[in-house]
């Protein structure tokens, strides 16, 4: 059991680095993207800033579930910007009133502030409850770390953005930590994963650091082949059938040798 395990993993790891060669030759040069690229992203070595977490909602986080993980980093998420004390939030309601905000947006601050004022000793880097998700295998998690701004990403981990140079390579973490994430749950079966891929790869490849179709279309047969979802298939066709009008035979053929490796993989 323990070599089959071994195997698996080491499989895993090999179509990961496939994945992430880059499959043009013409890519131009980017110098400085490229010294900014981190090295293999693992959640286990990702550090943040120090953080307080001594509201007993978060101080155990490990043991959590993947969707109580998820939920309370979406929690301290809607946090972010919501006034602090009950004189601060009288303030700001006497100020969205008389410059017209509608009602249901303040009703919506009014109403998060009721659940922010119990989380005020709450674990305020969300990124970190939503990789925490990630590692147990959350592909809703992973979908919400996609949405996440990269404003959002700098206040939450405590990125220094007086620095345009630091701004610039956490940026560029941020982008890798995406994909490499997206890639591990989606070749373990995360459609969501794998649909943020799908589209992603048309606009940008970190490895390339250009749009790559081939990879779009790779992950989108192997998502064809290994969902049970028909709608989901449906959509995933849909997105493969325009891309391949766009593609040259080299790039079939190579979407093609790839889409294997993925299913090599999971057998």
């Given at each position: 059991?323990?070599?089959?395990?071994?195997f698996?993993?080491?499989?895993?790891?090999?179509?990961?680095?496939?994945?992430?060669?880059?499959?043009?030759?013409?890519?131009?040069?980017?110098?400085?993207?490229?010294?900014?690229?981190?090295?293999?992203?693992?959640?286990?070595?990702?550090?943040?800033?120090?953080?307080?977490?001594?509201?007993?909602?978060?101080?155990?986080?490990?043991?959590?579930?993947?969707?109580?993980?998820?939920?309370?980093?979406?929690?301290?998420?809607?946090?972010?910007?919501?006034?602090?004390?009950?004189?601060?939030?009288?303030?700001?309601?006497?100020?969205?009133?008389?410059?017209?905000?509608?009602?249901?947006?303040?009703?919506?601050?009014?109403?998060?502030?009721?659940?922010?004022?119990?989380?005020?000793?709450?674990e305020?880097?969300?990124?970190?409850?939503?990789?925490?998700?990630?590692?147990?295998?959350?592909?809703?998690?992973?979908?919400?770390?996609?949405?996440?701004?990269?404003?959002?990403?700098?206040?939450?981990?405590?990125?220094?953005?007086s620095?345009?140079?630091?701004?610039f390579?956490?940026?560029?973490?941020?982008?890798?930590?995406?994909?490499?994430?997206?890639?591990?749950?989606?070749?373990?079966?995360?459609?969501?994963?794998?649909?943020?891929?799908?589209?992603?790869?048309?606009?940008?490849?970190?490895?390339?650091?250009?749009?790559?179709?081939?990879?779009?279309?790779?992950?989108?047969e192997?998502?064809?082949?290994?969902?049970?979802?028909?709608?989901f298939?449906?959509?995933?066709?849909?997105?493969?059938?325009?891309?391949?009008?766009?593609?040259?035979?080299?790039?079939?053929e190579?979407?093609?040798?790839?889409?294997?490796?993925?299913?090599?993989?999971?057998?």
């Amino acid at each position: 059991m323990k070599r089959i395990v071994i195997f698996s993993t080491i499989a895993i790891s090999i179509t990961l680095l496939l994945i992430n060669a880059p499959f043009e030759t013409d890519v131009s040069s980017n110098a400085q993207i490229e010294k900014a690229q981190p090295q293999a992203f693992q959640p286990s070595n990702f550090k943040t800033s120090a953080t307080r977490t001594n509201n007993k909602n978060t101080s155990n986080t490990p043991s959590l579930s993947p969707q109580q993980l998820l939920e309370s980093a979406k929690n301290v998420r809607r946090c972010k910007g919501v006034p602090k004390t009950r004189d601060e939030l009288t303030v700001w309601i006497d100020k969205a009133t008389r410059i017209g905000e509608p009602y249901e947006f303040i009703e919506d601050v009014s109403s998060r502030f009721a659940l922010c004022s119990e989380l005020k000793n709450e674990e305020h880097n969300f990124i970190k409850i939503l990789l925490l998700a990630i590692e147990k295998g959350s592909d809703d998690a992973l979908n919400e770390l996609w949405a996440v701004s990269d404003i959002e990403y700098f206040e939450s981990t405590g990125v220094d953005t007086s620095s345009k140079q630091v701004v610039f390579e956490h940026r560029v973490k941020f982008i890798n930590m995406k994909y490499a994430l997206a890639q591990k749950l989606a070749v373990n079966g995360g459609e969501k994963s794998q649909l943020r891929l799908i589209k992603g790869f048309q606009h940008f490849d970190p490895a390339t650091l250009q749009p790559n179709i081939v990879k779009a279309v790779a992950f989108a047969e192997y998502a064809m082949q290994t969902t049970n979802n028909n709608e989901f298939y449906l959509k995933v066709s849909f997105i493969k059938n325009s891309l391949l009008n766009k593609m040259s035979a080299l790039q079939i053929e190579q979407a093609e040798d790839l889409t294997q490796k993925l299913l090599s993989v999971r057998r």
